[in-house]
T-cell receptor, first 118, second 110 residues
Framework: GAGVSQTPSNKVTEKGKYVELRCDPISGHTALYWYRQSLGQGPEFLIYFQGTGAADDSGLPNDRFFAVRPEGSVSTLKIQRTERGDSAVYLC????????????????FGPGTRLLVL | LAKTTQPISMDSYEGQEVNITCSHNNIATNDYITWYQQFPSQGPRFIIQGYKTKVTNEVASLFIPADRKSSTLSLPRVSLSDTAVYYCLVTSGGYQKVTFGTGTKLQVIP
């Protein structure tokens, strides 16, 4: 079946510009996560959604970053006034979102969007 | 969240068994141990998860001692295609966020 897809696969922008990164989760998955991965590092949590609402946005680095999931499926990560330090791979993952307890649900990751801010 | 410590890198020859050990001294009662694998230019992929003793699937085995302060991921007879970064995570369950460390970069040598 279809996995998590992310578009675009690569994005080059100039410092100060606005970018939108899109994530299509696995159909039926109600939990959706965004991570950011810098070269040589593990993924760093940004935000996660349960349905349409952001259940935990504690990883967003500042108010230039914002994410939405208006219909509980597709999500868009928005970055305003991009800075060179925002250059990274942005990963999206989804999970069933039905297990409120243990064990941890398996998260299925997309291939990522490589963002380069010049 | 419990912090994990694992080797930064490991090398292995093809056909050998590889064991990657992860320390998680502050693991809580409700925490599970989960391993993910990441190939270059791809997102991480779930490998295995366990709570205690031994778990085995078609890809790997996970050994967890009684005190659960460490765990060992075992990859039998590795091939070149197993070259990847392996992340050990301690997770408290459900659909919460997970915290990745820097992982162990496994290089399989022909």
């Amino acid at each position: 079946g279809a996995g998590v897809s992310q578009t675009p696969s690569n994005k080059v922008t100039e410092k100060g510009k606005y970018v939108e990164l899109r994530c299509d989760p696995i159909s039926g998955h109600t939990a959706l996560y965004w991570y950011r991965q810098s070269l040589g590092q593990g993924p760093e949590f940004l935000i996660y959604f349960q349905g349409t609402g952001a259940a935990d946005d504690s990883g967003l680095p500042n108010d230039r970053f914002f994410a939405v999931r208006p219909e509980g499926s597709v999500s868009t990560l928005k970055i305003q006034r991009t800075e060179r330090g925002d250059s990274a791979v942005y990963l999206c993952a989804s999970s069933l979102g039905t297990s409120g307890g243990t064990p941890q649900e398996t998260q299925y990751f997309g291939p990522g969007t490589r963002l380069l801010v010049l | 969240l419990a912090k994990t410590t694992q080797p930064i890198s490991m090398d292995s020859y093809e056909g050998q068994e590889v064991n990657i050990t992860c320390s998680h001294n502050n693991i809580a009662t409700n925490d599970y141990i989960t391993w993910y694998q990441q190939f270059p230019s791809q997102g991480p992929r779930f490998i295995i998860q366990g709570y205690k003793t031994k778990v085995t699937n078609e890809v790997a085995s996970l050994f967890i001692p009684a005190d659960r302060k460490s765990s060992t991921l075992s990859l039998p007879r590795v091939s070149l295609s197993d070259t990847a970064v392996y992340y050990c995570l301690v997770t408290s369950g459900g659909y919460q966020k997970v915290t990745f460390g820097t992982g162990t970069k496994l290089q399989v040598i022909p």
